[in-house]
C-alpha cells in the first residue's frame, strides 16, 4: 500500500515545437513522419497501468443533492466502473484531496459486477493497505491499495466497495459520474446481493483510479481525455459507459488492441479560472490529475467553451471572469508546454457548438469561432481533432445537429459522442 500527497508536477525543460497542418476534413490530423515532442521518459517507472480513473472534487453540490458535503458515518459504499484495459492483478486509488481531516477505510473489496450492486459470487476480493485490512488517508493525500490477483479484461465493469465506519466529514467525489452509486448502512462490504443498499447516487466518492498490471507486455500508450462536461460525459446515457472516452476505448478494443483511455473531465471545469463547484483551473489541476497518471503517451485537449461562458447568468453558479480568446490561447499553450515536458503528445480539439443553449451569446461565439480558428491552423499541437465538425449541424454550424444533441444544445447524446470518438485516428493516438 502507497500513501502520497500528490506531488505538484513542475516541468524543467522547454518542448521541441512541432508543427500540424490545418485542418481541411473532419478527421484527425497527425504531424509528418519523423516529426516528435521532447525526448520521453517516463515519469512512473513501476508497472502500473491506469485502467480507469476520475479526477477528484472539492464537496459540492451544484446540480443537485449529493453524499459529499454530509459525509459519511457507518455506510458501505459500492462503485461501479468499467475498465478500458485488462491485467492479471488490480488495485485501486483512493482520495482525500480535498478533505479537512484524516480519512479512514475500515475496509474495501473489489469484485466483478452482476447487476445494479449485485457482484458475482466467487470474484469478492478483501483489498488489504500495506498488509493490513484499514488504512488512514491524511488530508490531501491519496492511497493505493495493495495488489490483488484479480483478472479484467477491457471493457469489463467492476465493482468496488469501500466501508466507512467512522464519520468521514465532507468527502472528496467526482460530481458527474453518469452511473449509479449505492450506499447502505453498516458493513456490506462482502455482499453478493444489492438488497441492503437503499440509497443510490450519480458521483463518485473517494474512488479516483483503478489500475492493473500484467496481461500484456510494459507499453506507453495510455490515452488521457481531458476537459469539461462534454469528456466527462454529461448528456450520455446513464449506466450506459457512453461517453466520447468511453467510445474511443471501444473502437481500441474492437481493433484489437484494448488501451487504456482515461477520463479526466469535469462537468464546468475551465482552463484559466478556479470555482468552487467545478474544480481548479486545468492549468492547475493537469499537473496532479494528468502528469500523476503511469505511462501517459497522449492527452486530448478539450476545454474552454466555459471559459467564454461562464461570465453570463447560467443559473448554476455565480459568473466568472470573463475570459478573452488570447487567455485561453496562453492557458492552453501552458497546458502543451507541461505535457511536452514530460514527452507527452497532445492532441487539440475545437470547441463544439453552443446556439440554442445558456451560452447562445454572440461574443461567446465569436469567441469560439475564433479559437477553433486558432486551434485548426496555429500549429501548436501534434494534431487536431475538429469534434466541432463532427457533431455541428451542416445547415446551421453553430448549433449541434440534432440526431447529437442531448437536448439542452450544448452537451452531445450518446449518438454525439460516438461522432466524437470516430473522428479520433486509432494509428495517430
Not at 462537468?267 to 478556479?274: E, L, P, R
Amino acid at each position: 500500500m502507497t500513501i502520497t500527497t500528490r506531488p505538484t508536477a513542475t516541468p524543467t525543460t522547454s518542448p521541441r515545437r512541432t508543427i500540424v497542418a490545418a485542418l481541411t476534413t473532419v478527421a484527425l490530423v497527425t504531424l509528418p513522419a519523423g516529426s516528435s515532442v521532447a525526448s520521453e521518459h517516463r515519469y512512473d517507472d513501476g508497472p502500473w497501468r491506469g485502467a480507469w480513473a476520475a479526477s477528484p472534487q472539492a464537496p459540492t453540490a451544484p446540480f443537485g443533492a449529493n453524499w459529499s458535503e454530509q459525509g459519511f458515518a457507518n455506510h458501505t459504499v459500492r462503485q461501479v466502473v468499467r475498465v478500458t484495459t485488462g491485467g492479471t492483478t488490480a488495485r485501486i486509488e483512493l482520495s482525500n484531496r480535498y478533505g479537512a481531516t484524516p480519512l479512514r477505510i475500515t475496509g474495501a473489496t473489489v469484485a466483478r459486477t452482476a447487476k445494479g450492486a449485485a457482484v458475482r459470487a466467487g470474484s469478492v476480493r478483501q483489498l488489504a493497505f500495506a498488509a493490513g485490512p484499514s488504512v488512514t488517508i491524511p488530508a490531501g493525500g491519496t492511497a493505493h491499495s495493495d495488489a490483488v490477483p484479480f483478472t479484467l479484461r477491457a471493457l469489463e465493469s467492476v465493482t468496488v466497495t469501500l466501508h466507512l465506519a467512522t464519520p468521514t466529514g465532507p468527502a472528496t467525489f467526482h460530481s458527474f459520474a453518469a452511473a449509479t452509486s449505492y450506499r447502505a448502512d453498516g458493513d456490506h462490504r462482502s455482499d453478493l446481493e444489492g438488497t441492503a443498499f437503499k440509497e443510490t447516487s450519480t458521483s463518485w466518492y473517494y474512488l479516483s483510479g483503478v489500475e492493473v498490471t500484467g496481461g500484456q507486455a510494459p507499453r506507453r500508450d495510455t490515452v488521457v481525455a481531458f476537459g469539461d462536461s462534454i469528456t466527462d460525459g454529461s448528456g450520455a446515457g446513464l449506466d450506459a459507459d457512453n461517453r466520447y472516452p468511453d467510445e474511443l476505448a471501444e473502437r481500441f478494443a474492437a481493433a484489437g488492441r484494448p488501451r487504456a483511455v482515461l477520463n479526466h473531465g469535469i462537468g464546468g471545469n475551465q482552463v484559466t479560472n478556479d470555482t468552487v463547484w467545478a474544480g481548479e483551473k486545468g492549468i492547475e489541476r493537469f499537473k496532479k490529475d494528468v502528469l500523476t497518471e503511469p505511462d501517459v503517451r497522449t492527452v486530448i485537449l478539450l476545454e474552454g467553451i466555459n471559459d467564454f461562458g461562464g461570465s453570463l447568468p447560467n443559473g448554476i453558479a455565480d459568473p466568472t471572469p470573463e475570459v478573452s480568446v488570447e487567455r485561453l490561447v496562453a492557458g492552453h499553450r501552458e497546458l502543451i508546454r507541461q505535457a511536452h515536458a514530460r514527452g507527452i503528445k497532445v492532441v487539440g480539439a475545437t470547441l463544439t457548438p453552443v446556439g440554442g443553449s445558456f451560452y447562445d451569446d454572440p461574443a461567446v461565439e465569436a469567441k469560439r469561432d475564433a479559437f477553433n480558428h486558432w486551434v485548426r491552423t496555429s500549429g501548436a499541437y501534434d494534431a487536431v481533432a475538429d469534434f466541432d465538425h463532427a457533431v455541428a449541424d451542416p445547415a446551421d454550424p453553430d448549433r449541434l445537429l440534432p440526431a447529437y444533441d442531448s437536448g439542452d444544445h450544448l452537451h452531445p447524446g450518446d449518438a454525439g459522442y460516438r461522432a466524437m470518438a470516430e473522428v479520433l485516428d486509432l494509428d495517430a493516438l
